[in-house]
């Protein structure tokens, strides 16, 4: 079931990557990723979605780390604005309601639960880990807001029920332009 209070979303997206499917990385997406993390990336292996501003906000990443550990987060948002906008939202008990919501609305429960089996079909293709488990909790639970809504923009809307929700709820993170340029030295 949608949340009435969450506002509505397109995911925008200004072109490739298509939802479902990464687009390669550039040495300038490198260079970008390693200014908004503040450090090299890890195991990247696509850029799963770019922000309205041309920028990669969401990252596919390998399923196991250049060392072989096991790395889970297939999806990882990347642009310290749409992280910031995740965590202002994690403030406000949206998840505990989520959480909640999840308990009583078997809709909500089975689609966050076939959004937990889309991600590892999607994880299973590059790499079998030995844990089942994803990202932000699913599919029983509402833990990272950050991971779910990496996960809902890199699939596209209608996949993940909570991260579309979160990605609603956090607002137009893209506003003020670009978070990090290549060659910025901000």
């Known amino acids: 079931m949608k949340d009435p209070a969450a506002p509505q979303t397109s995911h925008a997206r200004p072109g490739p990557p298509q939802p479902g499917r990464s687009s390669p990385v550039s040495e300038e997406d490198r260079e970008v990723v390693a200014r908004q993390l503040g450090r090299p990336p890890r195991a990247l292996v696509g850029v799963a979605h770019r922000c309205p501003c041309g920028q990669p906000d969401v990252v596919e990443t390998s399923p196991r780390l250049e060392d072989g550990t096991p ?36 809709e909500l429960a089975a689609g966050y639960r076939a959004a937990h089996e889309a991600y590892l079909a999607a ?64």
Not at 82 to 101: H, K, N, V
Not at 167 to 183: D, T
């Open 71 to 106: 790395f889970p987060t297939l999806y990882y948002l990347t642009c310290p604005r749409a992280s910031a906008a995740a965590s202002r939202l994690e403030s406000t008990g949206r998840m505990r309601d989520w959480q909640e919501e999840l308990g009583t609305d078997p």
């Open 123 to 186: 994880r299973d293709a590059k790499d079998v880990l030995p844990t089942r488990a994803t990202a932000g909790g699913m599919p029983d639970r509402v833990k990272c807001l950050h991971a779910l809504a990496g996960h809902a923009l890199a699939a596209g809307p209608g996949v993940n029920p909570i991260g579309d929700r979160a990605v609603a709820g956090m607002g137009e993170w893209w506003a003020k332009g670009p978070c990090a340029l290549p060659g910025d030295d901000a």
